[in-house]
Structure formats: structure tokens, C-alpha cells
């Protein structure tokens, strides 16, 4: 029973860092300091954490979740690998200072494009295929 608790407590601490970590990439995105392909990369990173649409929806059973799991914390990764230490230390200092998340309506609009445009292409590619 105290190991269970341990690791609940380990998740729960690796859980805070990954939103704490979101927030900060959200102001990586914004910062003059920022190199384009880090601010490009933190952009998307961002917008996809924060995104309420994800690649694979919540609602299918463990790939759902599986996707945040994996694709936000090596973003995550990617992007502290290419900002400078010192925009990062101040961007997470701006991350610690925030209590709303940020919600990016672009990024979702940019998904939901995403996929309205793989089901026109399977309707077409199905069409065209008369099946």
C-alpha cells in the first residue's frame, strides 16, 4: 500500500511539472529571444497541449490518453534542447506566476481543419474507388 502511494505521489509531482513545463513552452512561443525554429516548434508543442482536439481522441481507449502521454513530453523535450537556459529559466518563472491556462482557439480550429480534411480525402479516395 505505501509503494501504491509513492508512485501516485511520483505521478502526480511528474503531471505538475509537464503542465508547469506546458505553460512555460507557451511563453518560449512568445519570447523576442526565442530562435524561429524553437519558437516554431514551441508553438506547436503548445497549441497541441493546450488544444481541446487532440490527433487521437480522449474517447478511444488507452491510444486516446496514450498520444499526451507521449507526443507532449518529447515535444517538451525538443523544445528545452533548443531555447537558450536563460529564456528558459525566465519563461518557467512566468509559468509559476500564472494560475489560468491558456486556451488557444487557433490551434484547435487548425485540428479541426486537420480532421474535416482526412475525412474529405477518405470520402474521395473511397468515391473515386466506388466502394
Known amino acids: 500500500m505505501r509503494v501504491a502511494m509513492k508512485w501516485i505521489d511520483r505521478l502526480k509531482q511528474w503531471a505538475k511539472q509537464i503542465k508547469r513545463n506546458v505553460y512555460a513552452v507557451w511563453f518560449v512561443a512568445r519570447d523576442p529571444e526565442t530562435p524561429f525554429m524553437a519558437k516554431l516548434l514551441a508553438l506547436l508543442v503548445a497549441a497541441y497541449a493546450i488544444s481541446p482536439i487532440d490527433l487521437i481522441p480522449d474517447f478511444i481507449p488507452v491510444l486516446g490518453y496514450l498520444d499526451d502521454l507521449i507526443l507532449v513530453p518529447l515535444g517538451i523535450m525538443l523544445v528545452l534542447r533548443l531555447v537558450p ?35 474529405y480525402a477518405a470520402y474521395f479516395y473511397l468515391y473515386r474507388l466506388n466502394i
Not at 519563461?91 to 480534411?117: E, G, H, M, N, T
Open 85 to 119: 537556459a536563460e529564456v528558459m529559466q525566465r519563461c518557467r518563472l512566468q509559468a509559476d506566476a500564472i494560475s489560468q491556462k491558456p486556451s488557444s482557439y487557433i490551434a484547435a480550429s487548425v485540428f479541426i481543419a486537420l480532421w474535416l480534411l482526412l475525412a
